[in-house]
């Protein structure tokens, strides 16, 4: 694959997987009146599709991207899609502390990917 391709790619699926695994994580908190075993296997069915996107993403963005750097896109997607879900799913907000760490999270992302 073209490089820029690649990484599109790899960013694309990992934020697709990032959301399916948003869901299957929390999504099952709206419905605290259901039976546990029953959000596991649910929760279990929407992971699923999760793996079947970020493992493509892994395999395709590897060489292209390190793993540290692979692991690091997947973790600032994981906070971005995480804030999303809870604002507009969940209802509830962002405070400053949260935004503030968020910042601080980037902060290592520049380190990582810098070329020291």
Request: net charge neutral; with cysteine.
């Amino acid at each position: 694959m073209l490089p820029h391709f690649t990484s599109f790619v790899t960013i694309g699926l990992l934020t697709l997987s990032n959301i399916f695994m948003t869901f299957a994580w929390y999504g099952h908190l709206k419905f605290k009146d259901k039976p546990l075993f029953i959000v596991i296997l649910i929760s279990w069915g929407i992971a699923f599709f999760e793996y079947c996107l970020q493992v493509p993403a892994n395999r395709y963005g590897h060489g292209y991207f390190s793993a540290v750097e692979l692991k690091t896109i997947q973790e600032v997607l994981t906070l971005l899609v995480f804030m999303v879900f809870s604002v507009f799913y969940l209802g509830e907000s962002l405070k400053w502390n949260h935004l503030l760490g968020f910042g601080l999270i980037c902060l290592a992302v520049y380190v990582i990917f810098k070329d020291w």
